[in-house]
């Protein structure tokens, strides 16, 4: 069974900087996509970033592109997603999510397991 934790969320001022964990298990993930969503209070789950987990490939929202960077270490199964230069605007709860077919999508409805979110909250 497939399983998504999320780790390093936090409370932080604008400025400055987290790193998101994700420890994935239950799979081998050498031909998924490991994507980053995020939902604030009042609004839908949006798309953040996704790499691909053999490699070849990166995406951004182009709300955090220059901001965050995704990556991963294929030796821990673990993805990150590093935050830097953080705004109010990026407060949200983040979802790791997984989806099984290469095709690159953005929308969470296309992808199958996702972890059970972390809490970022960006101070002003």
């Known amino acids: 069974q497939v399983q998504l934790v999320e780790t390093g969320g936090g409370l932080v001022q604008a400025g400055g900087s987290l790193r998101l964990s994700c420890a994935a298990s239950g799979r081998t993930f050498s031909s998924y996509l490991m994507g980053w969503f995020r939902q604030a209070p009042g609004k839908e789950r949006e798309f953040v970033a996704v790499?691909?987990?053999?490699?070849?490939?990166?995406w951004y929202a182009d709300s955090v592109k220059g901001r965050f960077t995704i990556s991963r270490d294929n030796a821990k199964n673990l993805v990150y997603l590093q935050m830097d230069s953080l705004k109010p605007e990026d407060t949200a709860v983040y979802y790791c999510?997984?989806?099984?077919?290469?095709?690159?999508?953005?929308?969470?409805?296309?992808?199958?397991?996702w972890g059970q979110g972390t809490q970022v909250t960006v101070s002003s």
């Open positions: 790499i691909r987990w053999s490699g070849g490939g990166l």
């Open positions: 999510a997984a989806r099984r077919v290469g095709m690159v999508v953005t929308t969470p409805r296309g992808y199958d397991y």
